[in-house]
């Protein structure tokens, strides 16, 4: 098999409230958002970058099927212990539906759990050797 030089730069969400989408994604997985402070906006994570669709937004090309949301399913790298993760929803009023739970990511084996945003997109903590 042949290494080629690429890795994941961004993806895309859709979200139905932006304010709310706003709220979730900095203050329940941490990221910064990439623009206004109302309407449309980007999500970056570290090195990665979440681009999101809703109203406003006239992205061209899109996909065949176009992202809705609550059809989406990411998963997030957590740096340190499972349970801090679950400690942190909690904190945050999210409700875990499922975890802690043995997955493999690619960071090999770790230990997830899996909770929803506002839209009902899937979402995934990740918790490698803690």
């Not at 090195?47 to 990411?74: F, M």
């Amino acid at each position: 098999m042949r290494d080629l030089p690429v890795g994941l730069d961004h993806c895309v969400i859709h979200v139905s409230d932006w304010a709310r989408a706003r709220d979730f994604y900095t203050r329940v997985i941490g990221a910064t958002v990439i623009g206004g402070a109302e309407g449309p906006c980007a999500f970056r994570l570290g090195h990665q970058q979440l681009n999101v669709h809703g109203a406003g937004v006239n992205a061209a090309p899109v996909a065949k099927i176009p992202v809705q949301p609550g059809n989406s399913d990411l998963c997030f790298r957590w740096d340190g212990p499972i349970a801090d993760a679950i400690a942190h929803l909690k904190a945050e009023g999210v409700d875990v539906e499922l975890g802690p739970v043995s997955r493999n990511g690619a960071g090999g084996k770790g230990d997830s759990v899996y909770f929803r945003d506002p839209d009902g997109s899937l979402m995934e903590f990740i918790s490698y050797g803690h």
